[in-house]
């Protein structure tokens, strides 16, 4: 789509660079920038050459730069770069393909992006909250945040950042990514955007994380000592809040297939 009203275009290269105008908004993949009119933006201000590494392996785990495409991650995770024991990693595509896009969508998508956009269905999203994922943010007042991913995002497309704020990237734990990691979404068409993505995750430690996105409007989160039995889990699922309806399902309709692919990760957990 053209954006008729952008009259200027400048490429970021030092933070100092991310210094917003009047009009002027960050972009990296612009695949929802340029996908309806932005009568209030004047200005693009391109992430991509900031220069930031799209994936980083370091002693704490993975590093996703935020102008890293889902392309370049789905590559990644099925490649010889994948630290042994990283089971959770293989999850990483089926992530991916809970957001209903085409490869070329792929290819130019950035994962910071799709957290920044913080739709309730956003794949990128998912896969954070499943593995404890935290966003290092670049505020406009030169400071620098940490938050949750689940903390994050607030809201259908919603979230906790200000004017101004970049996403630098998102980090996931080598404690998460070394867990067992089930992922199962469903949705009313079979080429539909995700009506419910639920994960669970069992550490280690015998510590169980399950998850529900995309059913609700925000991320939710329950943790459990080991593998709760059915009737715990699925009263957690059950008394989540936030779960909405839309043209793609209705409110009573999330909560029920939540609970029931729920119950499923959690038989395949235990077994």
Known sequence: MD?????RFRRARTR?????????VVMAGGTW?????????????DLTTMGWPAIEITDAGLRIGATCTIAELVAWSRGPDVPAGWAAASVIPDAANALLASFKIWNTATVGGNVCQSFAAGSMISLAVALDGT??????????TTWAIADLVTGNAENALARGDVLR?????????????????IALAELGRSGAVVTGRLDADGAAVFTVTAAVSRPFVVRFAGIP???ALAASIDAAPHYYTDSLGAADWRRGVSIALAERIRAELAA
């Open 229 to 231: 039995d059915a009737a």
């Open 3 to 7: 954006i008729v009203t952008v009259t």
């Open 16 to 24: 100092d660079d991310l210094a917003l105008d009047d009009g002027e």
């Open 135 to 144: 966003a290092e943010v670049w505020n406009a007042d030169r400071g620098t």
């Open 169 to 185: 990237a998102i980090d996931l734990p080598a404690h998460a990514l070394s867990a067992r990691l089930v992922l199962r979404k």
């Open 33 to 45: 920038l340029m996908s309806e009119p932005q009568p209030d933006t004047t200005g693009f201000v």
